[in-house]
């Protein structure tokens, strides 16, 4: 069974929002004792996440919890927007390819660096983009 | 938004990035330094990251370019200082920065600048050669003559 805490909700509206919720999800990461590279990971995989809701969304939330199951301890992030949709998720997952003047490695990075990866998208609706990083 | 301070050292630019980056400020630096370049004549520079502790892909980016820009301005770039966490994590996310210099440390990093600068026959920083008279300065040999 999964345990969920300490649940926190972030507005992404600006480059400030992006740094706020690195900040965020490195707080609740050394909490639970993530090791630095893991901790690492997942900042770098949330500032992705972070900055596609913001450039690719236009606006939107993160929200970090921390998450206990058979012992161990994670940080679930979801970055959620209302923005344009994804029409073709594995084409944005494939690593260099960008509808804008990014490397297009946002998206494809971030699932590599994370343990649990999960796209919610619908044309015209919005964007939902989960991830967790459990500690080892 | 926070800019990052650029240094001249000698004909070297320093960068120390102490703050947290947000995208404008990646921008700014850039174009920064650009300007710094050229108005200095600066022939090195060095960006110490040891403080930074996540570089993701529009960060990342920002090396590449640096290294690229100043390059076309005849000065070259060394990143020095990157974590052991943030190149496995840079690794792992696919980008590669080839083209950008980089060093252990700050200490590393202007002795690769010293060494690309002798090869030009140029002075970097406080390593004046005796031999060499500076070209740009002084309005030629009057002095040494
Ligand atoms: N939240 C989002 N809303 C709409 N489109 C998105 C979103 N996130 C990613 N995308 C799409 O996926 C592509 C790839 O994303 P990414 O790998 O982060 O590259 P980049 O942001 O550099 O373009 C983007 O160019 C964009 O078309
Ligand atoms: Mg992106």
Do not use: Y
């Amino acid at each position: 069974m999964t345990t969920s805490t300490g649940v926190e909700e972030l507005p992404i509206r600006t480059g400030d929002d992006v740094v706020r919720v690195r900040q965020l999800v490195r707080a609740r990461a050394q909490e639970v004792r993530l090791s630095l590279v893991d901790q690492t990971k997942l900042v770098t995989a949330a500032s992705e996440l972070a900055r596609n809701t913001l450039v690719h969304g236009g606006s939107g939330t993160a929200t970090v919890e921390t998450l206990t199951r058979d012992g161990r301890s994670g940080i679930r992030a979801v970055f959620a927007d209302e923005g344009p949709g994804i029409p073709d998720v594995d084409q944005a997952l494939t690593p260099g390819w960008t509808s804008g003047s990014g490397l297009g490695l946002g998206l494809s990075g971030a699932r590599k660096l994370v343990d649990e990866f999960a796209i919610d998208t619908a044309v015209g609706r919005g964007t939902t983009v989960t991830v967790v990083k459990w500690t080892r | 938004m926070e800019r990052v301070p650029v240094l001249s050292l000698g004909d070297a630019l320093l960068v120390s990035i102490q703050v947290d980056l947000q995208d404008n400020t990646v921008l700014a630096l850039q174009e920064d330094l650009a300007e710094r370049i050229v108005s200095t004549g600066a022939r090195g520079v060095l960006i110490d990251i040891s403080a930074v502790d996540i570089v993701d892909s529009f960060i990342g980016r920002m090396f590449a370019s640096i290294a690229a820009l100043s390059r076309l301005l005849d000065a070259e770039t060394v990143v020095v200082g990157m974590r052991p966490a943030v190149a496995i994590t840079l690794v792992e996310l696919g980008l590669s920065l080839d083209g950008v210099r980089t060093a252990l440390d700050v200490e590393r990093g202007m002795k690769i600048l010293r060494a690309l600068s002798d090869r030009r026959g140029l002075p970097v920083a406080d390593e004046l050669d005796d031999d060499l008279v500076p070209v740009a300065e002084g309005g030629g040999p009057a002095a040494g003559a």
